[in-house]
């Protein structure tokens, strides 16, 4: 099922578990004059139990639609990078524990270059910077202008960086005939890379 099936599913599973919950404290209420009905107590209490672990479950398929399917299947068609910096910092460690400068952080350590004040190594932050680019839910639109007068060099999907600096692989026009496309797309849907996935309406 796609998200609205799973919220569908959870909301289903959230009312029954609800109405086991309610029919427990019920009999539990009426075993203090028929102790017979603490049986009954007993399966409400399991029926409600096992009904809120399969809500809960639908309702991580759910989240993991709203927050990481669409973010994964881009990182998957190569519309979704993720490049990172790292940047040495520096602790100002000054004589006088009350100079302004004393424990001020840069990457520079001239800034704490004087006669009161030493750098001291305070180790890297790292910095993460993730870029998208245009596609069309499968192929790269720089990929897709791969005709006569074409303004971007094609991108070769399913390709790897050859010894002339070209890529391998197959381009928009080339990628309806590339094998590669067919085993992984038929892994994909197989559940190789996880059970779920979804696109946008175009």
Excluded at 8 to 29: F, H, R
Excluded at 35 to 43: E, G, H, R, S, Y
Excluded at 95 to 111: A, E, K
Excluded at 140 to 148: D, I, Q
């Amino acid at each position: 099922p796609m998200r609205n099936g799973y919220l569908a599913k959870k909301t289903i599973s959230g009312n029954k578990a609800n109405y086991y919950w309610i029919v427990a404290g019920l009999y539990s209420a009426a075993s203090f004059f028929q102790p017979i009905f603490l049986v009954n107590v007993a399966q409400a209490l399991y029926m409600a139990n096992e009904f809120t672990k399969e809500r809960n479950a639908w309702n991580e398929g759910l989240v993991w639609f709203d927050a990481e399917a669409d973010t994964q299947w881009k990182t998957a068609i190569g519309a979704r990078s993720f490049t990172s910096t790292s940047s040495q910092m520096f602790r100002c460690e000054c004589h006088d524990p009350n100079d302004p400068m004393n424990g001020y952080l840069t990457d520079d350590y001239i800034d704490c270059l004087d006669e009161n004040c030493a750098p001291i190594s305070a180790g890297f932050i790292t910095t993460y910077h993730i870029s998208n680019k245009p596609n069309d839910g499968v192929v790269l639109n720089e990929s897709a202008m791969n005709l006569p007068g074409h303004t971007h060099e094609p991108v070769k999907v399913m390709g790897e960086l050859k010894s002339d600096g070209s890529w391998s692989g197959s381009s928009h026009m080339q990628i309806r005939n590339d094998k590669g496309l067919r085993d992984n797309m038929t892994n994909l849907l197989e559940g190789d890379y996880g059970k779920f996935f979804e696109m946008d309406n175009k």
